[in-house]
């Protein structure tokens, strides 16, 4: 399927759709960042402010990249992967520290090496795949897998993480086969629809964890 072209000021312009729609995650994850930063100061809250706010970097970059993709091709999507990439591992740091508050020196260096073999896959090929295996990696084995054990053992319970992973998780299949349903609402759209639902689900699971926290330390 095509992608929507449009010209303005004489410039021939892609995907308004990926541009309306980067543009609110991008300030819908300054806001949770902004909204974490005043109202939190642990280790946990801390990292999940800085996923919240990489995020709203990259997505804010990965709105022009689309619009302008004709002027800036493949090198214009480098800020926004590359802050993605970033972002993710800010996400796994917290789940290291919500799943091990005493803290996992392996863990944490696990998670250093596979945001540096992400950038030397991106180094080596300009492709969205790295940075898709990048975001599988932290969203199966620091979020989703950790989680379903600990509901299968009893000691969690489906929650707003959770679910937030489930509808992050949507937006790989849909990116990787291409889904197209409509020309104004394509893959990139679909994944973003599925992805402002995740930036809203983990805002309410950080909120839920710090309340929980705060009570147990009462």
Not at 30 to 59: C, E, H, N, Q, V
Request: net charge positive; hydrophobic share 55%; with cysteine.
């Amino acid at each position: 399927m095509e992608k929507i072209e449009f010209e303005m000021w004489g410039l021939q312009l892609l995907e308004p759709m990926a541009l309306i729609l980067n543009l609110v995650m991008s300030f819908q994850s300054f806001l949770y960042y902004k909204k974490i930063r005043a109202s939190f100061a642990s280790p946990f809250s801390a990292y999940f402010g800085k996923f919240f706010l990489f995020l709203s970097i990259s997505t804010f970059f990965a709105a022009w990249s689309h619009l302008f993709y004709n002027y800036l091709g493949i090198a214009g999507k480098i800020p926004g992967w590359a802050t993605s990439i970033i972002s993710i591992s800010m996400l796994e740091y917290a789940m290291v520290i919500y799943f091990y508050p005493k803290g996992n020196i392996l863990l944490k260096s696990i998670i250093a090496l596979l945001m540096a073999n992400a950038f030397g896959l991106l180094i080596f090929e300009l492709k969205f795949l790295w940075v898709a295996i990048h975001t599988a990696i932290g969203l199966v084995l620091f979020l989703g897998v950790p989680f379903a054990f600990r509901m299968a053992k009893g000691t969690d319970q489906i929650g707003f993480f959770f679910w937030g992973f489930i509808s992050m998780l949507m937006t790989l299949p849909v990116e990787l086969i291409g889904l197209n349903l409509h020309p104004w609402f394509q893959h990139h759209e679909i994944s973003h629809v599925f992805m402002i639902c995740s930036l809203y689900c983990f805002s309410k699971g950080v909120l839920q964890t710090e309340l929980i926290s705060s009570q147990v330390k009462v």
